[in-house]
């Protein structure tokens, strides 16, 4: 069986091209697998991807590389929906409203086509338009699979599929080490403004504890400047970008989320990879639908004293080792049911019932 997996950028530093290219890796050990990326800045993915999977893009943005179509979105759709007319794959699998419409216009008629979604579509218009024409939508929480039912009203049918962790083996935390990792972009919706603010009020009581802040992006300049005026220049480390945000979630006691509107929880469900408990806002849906206190990790209820309460969650797995240790393994238990290859399964019966 030979599938398609196209993504925006395949060279981006996100949590759905994370899973989107462990997944590819996954599927290549038993069928012929390319991802396809619309645009190509880099020589390499930011992330790992399995030797086995064909890579190819539609736009190469690369510099110093001779461009054989005028810059213009509109130039990239009409790339791209040729692309889509010539493809021959058994199964085309897209991951954002705008790439599911083209497939559902463009792809050809016997290829299987499923939206992989992890959003809601900004503008639900042409989805609903041409949405029907697909063979399944695939979300990644039972949450999200709701609302998209209720937005397509039943055609195509909607599926929820776990998102897929990189198989193992993983590095484990020892969970001795006094350092609370928080790891993404760093963009107004991660709200690691939040993060840091909470984290002056724990640095105040345990001088001896760190925050340290893996990813990059626009905030950067903003949430350097929070950590000067709240003097926790000792305290808090931008540590930049990582390939490897497992490794360094090992180094971890804590992970902490306080995204505002995170729709997929790879960094939440990486932490767990590593037997990291996690402390995170239950208003988040994608932690939201992975945390379990008491068992994996602390949700914090949304506030208006909502620093107060994640800065005492905190606390309290600093100065409670036992229980640190109690929700690592839930943590350990919960990213198991995420391996790529028990998530490959799982699609692989999806594509055998729909067929």
Partial sequence: M?????LASAYAM????????????????????????VRRQKEKPFFPIGPD?????????????????????????????RLL??????????????????????APRDTMKIAREWGRPAVPTPVKRFYPRLDAVVTATESAQEEWDLLLGGAPAVHSLLDALPSGPWPRSRMDNRIVAAGGRWVPAKSYDRLIRAFAIVADKRPDWRLRLY????????????????????HVYFMG??????????????????????DLGMAVLEAMGCGVPVVAFEGARGPKEF????????LVPETESDLQFFAAALLALID???????????????????????????????IADLR
């Fill in 291 to 298: 945390v379990a206190t008491g068992y994996n990790g602390v």
């Fill in 85 to 106: 007319r010539n493809l021959k794959s058994d199964v085309l699998i897209t991951t954002r409203p705008g790439l599911g419409v083209q497939a559902a216009r463009h």
């Fill in 53 to 81: 999977v064909a890579m190819r893009s539609v736009i190469d943005a690369r510099p110093g590389v001779r461009h054989l179509l005028p810059r213009g979105q509109v130039r990239a759709e009409v790339a791209l929906w």
């Fill in 14 to 37: 996100r949590g759905d091209v994370r899973a989107t290219l462990n997944l590819a890796t996954a599927l290549s050990r038993r069928h012929d697998v390319e991802v396809i990326s």
């Fill in 241 to 262: 970008t990582t390939p490897d945000l497992a490794g360094e979630f090992a180094k971890a006691s804590i992970v902490a989320s306080t995204s505002r509107v995170e």
């Fill in 215 to 234: 990813g990059g992006g626009p905030e950067e300049r903003r949430l350097r400047a929070l950590v000067r005026d709240l003097n926790l220049h000792n």
């Fill in 2 to 6: 030979k599938v398609s997996l196209v």
């Fill in 320 to 350: 409670d080792e036992r229980r640190r240790r109690s929700l690592a393994a839930g943590a350990r238990d919960t990213a198991a049911r995420h391996s790529a290859d028990e998530v490959a399964v799982q699609w692989e019966k999806l």
